[in-house]
């Protein structure tokens, strides 16, 4: 089985990075393979332009680069969020790579006349999000609540896809670190158990 690990951290030595490393040797030690897309690294332009209007509204085709991620993706069997929370939400990069790439057409089907289609209902998805803040903050104010409306259900839900890990990885700054990386390789150890079983 194949993984696409994404990565939205500009820092390749920050804990985001060590984490998705972790998540890789699981996967390697479970015998199975991952790719680590490094979207500050690989220079993926964020910005939603005309260009990206056009496919949602025209089922024009995609710029390249957005197809190379989609290409990059069905090559997967499993999708690998690792990212910071910025703003208790996912980076502007990550959310951008998103905006461009789950697009009307490929993600979802839908026009004025029709209901969503869910198109992603094969792909399963592991979300690991870093935070600084411990989690009576972000229970207190309800983002873990809200991180998990916005993302698991608005985004992958919404095209089908199933979320199988949704995990916020806290007090990062504040000696969780190393709890975080051996989670991150518990994650990629047992990513394809299930389907290791049923076969």
């Not at 972790?22 to 199975?32: D, I, R």
């Not at 995609?62 to 499993?78: G, H, K, N, S």
């Not at 992603?120 to 309800?142: E, I, T, W, Y």
């Amino acid at each position: 089985m194949h993984a696409l690990i994404v990565v939205a951290h500009h820092d390749p030595q920050s804990l985001t990075h060590s984490v998705a490393a972790q998540v890789g040797a699981g996967l390697a030690a479970a015998g199975h393979t991952f790719e680590i897309a490094d979207l500050a690294a690989e220079g993926f332009d964020p910005r939603y332009t005309a260009a990206d209007h056009q496919v949602h509204r025209n089922h024009a085709t995609p710029p390249a680069d957005v197809l190379a991620e989609q290409a990059r993706i069905e090559r997967a069997d499993a999708l690998v969020l690792a990212f910071p929370i910025y703003w208790w939400s996912m980076p502007a990069l990550l959310k951008g790579w998103v905006d461009r790439v789950f697009v009307n057409g490929w993600a979802i089907d839908y026009g004025p006349d029709t209901p969503v289609a869910k198109k992603l209902r094969h792909l399963q998805v592991h979300l690991l999000a870093l935070g600084a803040a411990d989690n009576s903050a972000f229970d207190r104010h309800g983002y873990t609540k809200a991180m998990h409306t916005q993302i698991d259900y608005g985004i992958f839900d919404y095209c089908g896809a199933q979320v199988l890990t949704s995990e916020l990885l806290l007090d990062s700054e504040s000696g969780g670190a190393q709890a975080h990386l051996q989670a991150a390789r518990v994650v990629g150890q047992g990513m394809f158990e299930r389907e290791t079983v049923a076969g």
